[in-house]
């Protein structure tokens, strides 16, 4: 099994900025890629950024140039960092990991959420 720790939300006003970590630990043979999607009250969740293992970053138009989705130097770890927030911003995020467990088995694991809140 795959856990996934998050933590780095809270509350924040309108333009003001938050970073959201994210730890994988347990049975990782290798990461494919890990990200951040978040669900707003009476929404379905949503992508909001992914990186894969070389690298790669994708971002969902409404958080483009405002987000940034980083790895960090320990592995299994990544990074959200959210700038010029808005209320529109205000969500559950979720990270997302997916990969292998060994060189047969696939894992695609989530995190228990953390709660972004933006006042205007």
């Known amino acids: 099994q795959v856990q996934l720790v998050e933590s780095g939300g809270g509350l924040v006003q309108a333009g003001g900025s938050l970073r959201l970590s994210c730890a994988a630990s347990?049975?990782?043979?290798?990461?494919?890629?890990m990200g951040w999607y978040r669900q707003a009250v009476g929404k379905q969740r949503e992508m909001v950024a992914t990186i894969t293992s070389g690298g790669s970053t994708n971002y969902a138009d409404s958080v483009s140039g405002r987000f940034t989705i980083s790895r960090g130097n320990a592995k299994n770890t990544v990074y959200l960092q959210m700038n010029s927030l808005t209320p529109e911003d205000t969500a559950v995020y979720y990270c997302?990991?997916?990969?292998?467990?060994?060189?047969?088995?696939?894992?695609?694991?989530w995190g228990q959420g953390t709660q972004v809140t933006v006042s205007s």
């Open positions: 347990g049975s990782i043979f290798s990461m494919n890629a």
């Open positions: 997302n990991a997916a990969g292998y467990s060994d060189l047969h088995s696939i894992f695609d694991s």
